[in-house]
Structure formats: structure tokens, C-alpha cells
């Protein structure tokens, strides 16, 4: 069995809680308190857990019984216990009311195929999970769980190194920092080629995150625990004076969350230049804020399409990115990569720059939107999409590049056009361009000339005729 068919498996279980009331979300958070200790079996690593509250022990209990030694374990490991599985439990309740759904999941977890699982790797069975989830629109899990396809690119063109701190001030289930890692262990064979030193760095420190939503920290929690990262995932706000703390990154890779603040309120946040309701350009402005001011520094973010052209504090924001860093590429994603059909993103790429002056002189636009295919369920967002757009990217000159998408703007004429970045779609086949109909007036005067002609031609014709007639 496949890491894919446990995954199935896992989610079919879903259908069992459904009488329960249980949210698809609420599911993936229960599974998450049975899957962990069951992988701490698996993986040989119960010693941090009281032995009493173990997975032998959990699978002894039945009925009433189960149910109240379940709620009992779920409190004691929440409080009593220390690092990651204190995190993971703390606060955790049981929204599972019938004891014979809650022993039914843990014996259809005991009874997978553990073996296959281990060795695709539990990581890779967890995300799995968390794809699912994100997928269905019903558990509304889509606003934080990123394509990994996207993911995988921006980190790909970020290219985290070794001894680089990176972050994400929004880190969802811990997706990007997942893929950072595992971007620096391909180029360093999985850690053995670094110092004992920097190994610990990578595994301890490099990879860090915040996060909002207390359920959400916990699958974050568990997704780092299960890529062997124990980097810090903060339960806090970003926008709010705890994220003053979050800076000095080498990298930062990021989807924040969309919309406004509640009540259209400003961000707590004293240190922002410009206070705004807006979300994302609070975000915007922590993430270029949190970047090391050392010429090297940079970030790779999602943004809706309000961030590349809302005026007022909006154009103030882009005006002190662009001062600030180099923002040398901006992609112009499809629609329907994300849950919300019809969301415009981008991805905004950017280097600090080491002064907090004219750092940006030109934005190279790659517009991968307009003239391209429907993503969907059904269609999803492949690499080879990207394919094009890597290569203009990474390309030695771009300026050489022959791709109609790829479009290069100056500082001066996006100043000019009121610093709007909403610049680089191609035009659209599927839109009538009524520039190029000919004019209407014109038309029906050569329309009167051809009539002309053609009854001047008839009546020669006749003419003929009428001569051969006689």
C-alpha cells in the first residue's frame, strides 16, 4: 500500500465522524493527536511520552472506557508534558462523542500498512493528508495550504542556502519552510555534507514560522516534527506588536492570508510606516522590513492583485518597496489555483538592498495568466507550467530572451503610470480589440465606392450586350 492509498484510507475515515457533526477540519485535527503517537511508535520515539499514555496503552481501551482515557490523555500530554508534544496537545479537545468512531479510527490507523508508509516517508503521508483537506472545498483549509507546485518554485528560484535563516511570517501548515529544507538537503546529500555544527543549525534553527490559528499551529507543529525540523513555530500575530521579533532572515517564502482585518481595523503593529486595513500590505511591508538590510537578503510572496495597484497607502507601500529592494520579477499567476475561484495572485520577487533608497530600476513581468488553459481539480497546476518562466528567469541576459509573457518596465515609467504594478498581461485572445475594426464611417464610404464600381461595371456590361443584340 502506497503513501497515496493510506492517505485515501485515512480520509474515507471521515465519513465515519460525519453523524459526529465533525468538520473535515476538526478531522485532520483529531487525527493528528491519534497519528502522532502512533508514529512515535512506529518511529521508536515514545520515550518523551508517559508510558501510561503510549499507543499499546491507548489501544487497550474500548467503549465509554476508550472515550474517557482518550480526553484524559489528550489533557496530560497538553500540560504536563515538555517541547514539541506539550505544543501539539496544548488546548487539544475531542469533538468525537461516539466511543465506537474513535475506536474505529484508532484501529484502522493501527491496522495500515506501517511499513510502506516509513519508507515513502511519514512526512510525506502527513502532507498528504493536509493536501486533502486543503482540496476539499467544504473544510475551507484552501486560504492556507499553497500548490506545492508553487511552493516548490519559489524555493526552487529563492534557493535557500546552508546557514541561512528563513521564515514564514504566515506559515499556514509549514509548507514553504518544509520545502526550504528539503531544498538545502538535496544540494548538501541530506546534511552529511556539512559540519556537525551546521547540521544542528539546519535541523534547530534555520527554518522557522508564526502562525495564527491555535489548530492550524498544530499541523504546522506536526509537519516540521515529522520532516525532523524543530525549528520555532510561534503561535502569535504577525501584524501585532509580537511580530516585531521576526526579523534579521536571510530568506523569507510566503502566502499570507487575504482580505481585511476584522471590522476593517488597522494592524496593532507600531513599528509599520503605513497602517493599513488591508492584510496584505501590512504583510508586505513586515516581510521587506524583516529582511537583513546586507544587498543578499530576499523574499519570494503570493499577493492578490489589489497589492500591485490600490492607491493611497497602497502606492506608498509599493513606492517603499521598491526604494527599499530590488523587486526584479513579478509573475502573474492563473486563475483557479486556489480554492476562491477567480482570485488574481502574483508571486513578487525581491532583494534587500543595503541601503533604503533606489534599490529597484527596472521589474521584469512574466504573465502567466492570460491565453493559458483553466486550473482546476481537474486540471492542476503542473511544473511544466512554469517551464518558460524559470528559464527567463534564471536566464544570464534577460534582456535576450524571446518570450511574448516576458515584459521589462523601468522604474521611470512605472512611476509614470502613477506606480501602478499592475503591468505585464498580454493581450487576450478571447477579448474583441475594437482598435483594430476598421472605423465605421470609413467602412461604409469604400462599402459606396465598391457599389459604385460594381453598377458602373454592370452598365457596361448591358451596354455590351444591347451592341450584340443589334
Not at 500575530?237 to 517564502?253: C, I, P
Not at 482580505?259 to 509599520?272: F, I, M, V, W
Not at 498580454?426 to 462599402?447: C, G, Q, R, T, V
Amino acid at each position: 500500500m502506497n503513501t497515496q492509498e493510506i492517505v485515501g484510507k485515512l480520509w474515507n475515515l471521515c465519513n465515519v465522524l460525519r453523524d459526529d457533526g465533525i468538520t473535515y477540519h476538526q478531522y485532520v485535527t483529531e487525527l493528528t493527536y491519534i497519528l502522532f503517537l502512533k508514529m512515535a511508535k512506529e518511529t521508536e520515539s515514545e520515550e518523551q511520552i508517559p508510558e501510561q499514555y503510549r499507543w499499546d496503552k491507548l489501544m487497550e481501551h474500548s467503549g465509554i472506557d476508550l472515550k474517557k482515557y482518550y480526553k484524559e490523555l489528550l489533557t496530560y500530554l497538553g500540560e504536563n508534558c515538555h517541547g514539541r508534544i506539550r505544543e501539539i496537545y496544548q488546548g487539544a479537545t475531542t469533538n468525537i462523542e461516539e466511543p465506537k468512531n474513535l475506536e474505529k479510527i484508532i484501529k484502522t490507523i493501527d491496522g495500515l500498512d506501517w511499513y510502506s508508509a516509513k519508507e515513502e516517508g511519514l512526512g510525506n503521508l502527513y502532507e498528504g493528508l493536509l493536501e486533502k483537506n486543503a482540496n476539499e472545498k467544504k473544510s475551507g483549509a484552501g486560504q492556507y495550504f499553497t500548490p506545492r507546485v508553487l511552493i516548490d518554485v519559489m524555493t526552487r528560484l529563492i534557493s535557500p542556502q546552508p546557514g541561512e535563516l528563513c521564515n514564514d511570517p504566515a506559515c499556514g501548515t509549514f509548507g514553504f519552510m518544509i520545502a526550504a529544507s528539503q531544498h538545502v538537503k538535496r544540494n548538501t546529500d541530506d546534511f552529511y555534507d556539512l559540519d556537525a555544527d551546521m547540521a544542528k543549525f539546519e535541523k534547530y534553527e534555520a527554518f522557522t514560522g508564526c502562525e495564527l490559528v491555535h489548530d492550524t499551529h498544530r499541523l504546522a507543529l506536526m509537519n516540521a516534527m515529522l520532516h525532523d525540523i524543530e525549528g520555532k513555530i510561534t503561535l502569535g500575530d504577525t501584524l501585532s506588536n509580537e511580530g516585531k521579533k521576526l526579523k534579521d532572515y536571510d530568506v523569507v517564502l510566503t502566502n499570507p492570508p487575504f482580505g481585511t482585518k476584522r471590522g476593517g481595523e488597522r494592524a496593532s503593529r507600531d513599528d509599520l510606516t503605513f497602517l493599513t486595513s488591508n492584510k496584505q500590505l501590512n504583510f508586505l511591508q513586515h516581510i521587506y522590513r524583516s529582511l537583513k538590510a546586507d544587498g543578499k537578503a530576499r523574499a519570494a510572496v503570493v499577493l492578490p492583485d489589489n497589492v500591485l495597484f490600490a492607491d493611497g497607502d497602497g502606492e506608498k507601500i509599493r513606492c517603499d518597496l521598491m526604494d527599499k529592494c530590488n523587486l526584479h520579477t513579478i509573475l502573474r499567476l492563473p486563475t483557479g489555483i486556489f480554492y476562491a475561484q477567480g482570485v488574481k495572485t502574483n508571486v513578487l520577487f525581491f532583494t534587500r538592498g543595503k541601503t533604503d533608497k533606489g534599490n529597484t530600476q527596472e521589474v521584469w513581468f512574466y504573465d502567466l495568466r492570460t491565453n493559458m488553459p483553466s486550473f482546476g481539480k481537474t486540471n492542476p497546476l503542473k511544473t511544466d507550467d512554469f517551464g518558460d518562466f524559470i528559464k527567463a528567469y534564471e536566464a544570464e541576459d534577460r534582456n535576450k530572451v524571446e518570450d511574448e509573457r516576458w515584459q521589462r518596465f523601468t522604474r521611470e515609467e512605472i512611476a509614470a503610470k502613477g506606480n501602478s504594478l499592475d503591468l505585464g498581461l498580454i493581450k487576450d485572445d478571447s477579448i474583441i480589440d475594437y482598435e483594430d475594426l476598421p472605423d465605421p464611417a470609413e467602412s461604409a464610404e469604400n462599402a459606396a465606392d465598391e457599389l459604385e464600381e460594381a453598377v458602373d461595371l454592370l452598365r457596361a456590361v448591358a451596354k455590351e450586350l444591347k451592341g450584340l443584340e443589334t
